[in-house]
């Protein structure tokens, strides 16, 4: 008899009639990057920091997005005060194109950064930003 429960069991959550703890982190996921802001930006020296954004309570992090670019670029975020003044930067990645990369996690609510671009002089880039 266990054993058609658990047959039972993973029918109905493949069907989506019940929910599993992966079901609660895809909901997550979508429901932060489902308030990502856009922004197409050129950096005519290579290197160019764009913002001031602030965290909301859609995402624990600060997750970027390439949605055009031709060629490799870097990314950092950087906490700021009120006033603006550069409180901590997170160390620069790679960003992946396509795909999410994480930039800053366990970010409070709120929090003002902004958000540090590096690459090929005279490139322009177009991303998301959910936090």
Request: aromatic fraction near 10%; include cysteine.
């Amino acid at each position: 008899m266990r054993k058609w429960a658990k047959i039972a069991l993973v029918a109905a959550m493949a069907l989506g009639g019940m929910s599993g703890p992966s079901a609660g982190v895809s909901s997550a996921a979508t429901s932060c990057y489902g308030g990502a802001r856009s922004a197409t930006i050129r950096l005519p020296y290579g290197s160019n920091a764009v913002g001031p954004y602030y965290t909301t309570n859609r995402c624990m992090d600060i997750n970027v997005r390439l949605t055009y670019v031709r060629y490799q670029t870097d990314a950092r975020s950087c906490l700021e005060r009120a006033n603006g003044a550069t409180i901590s930067c997170s160390r620069w990645k790679l960003l992946p194109y396509p795909g999410w990369a994480t930039l800053s996690t366990n970010v409070r609510d709120n929090t003002r950064f902004r958000l540090e671009f590096r690459t090929q002089p005279g490139e322009s880039i177009s991303y998301l930003v959910a936090s």
